[in-house]
Nanobody, 114 residues
Framework: VQLQASGGGLVQPGGSLRLSCRAS????????MGWYRQVPGKQRELVAI???????KYADSVEDRFTISRDNARNTLTLQMDGLKPEDTAVYYCRAWRYEVDDWGQGTLVTVSS
């Protein structure tokens, strides 16, 4: 299984970024998918998930600013991030899981700074 995350970068406060995660070697439509983030010295935290059914869940801190979506035909997970804040600065990881199988991508750095 390979999860290739991309789309990170430097953006000013209030700006937008779109993260993508391309999956290969996996039955994508069968997997729950999610975005997590981690700041050095802190635990990795949930940002948003989309289950195989299409149900979504967001962290309170990103609700109404971030939108997670999946394209099962293209094996792609997306996170649209609007209204970015300095506290959103982190390495963002995509995750694919179902039952006992749990896979993570390599991460993409998002920096929100003026």
């Amino acid at each position: 299984v390979q999860l290739q995350a991309s789309g990170g970068g430097l953006v000013q406060p209030g700006g937008s970024l779109r993260l993508s995660c391309r999956a290969s070697g996996v039955l994508f439509s069968n997997k729950h998918m999610g975005w997590y983030r981690q700041v050095p010295g802190k635990q990795r935290e949930l940002v948003a998930i989309v289950e195989s059914s299409g149900s979504t869940k967001y962290a309170d801190s990103v609700e109404d600013r971030f939108t997670i979506s999946r394209d099962n035909a293209r094996n792609t997970l997306t996170l649209q991030m609007d209204g970015l804040k300095p506290e959103d600065t982190a390495v963002y990881y995509c995750r694919a899981w179902r039952y006992e199988v749990d896979d993570w991508g390599q991460g993409t750095l998002v920096t929100v700074s003026s």
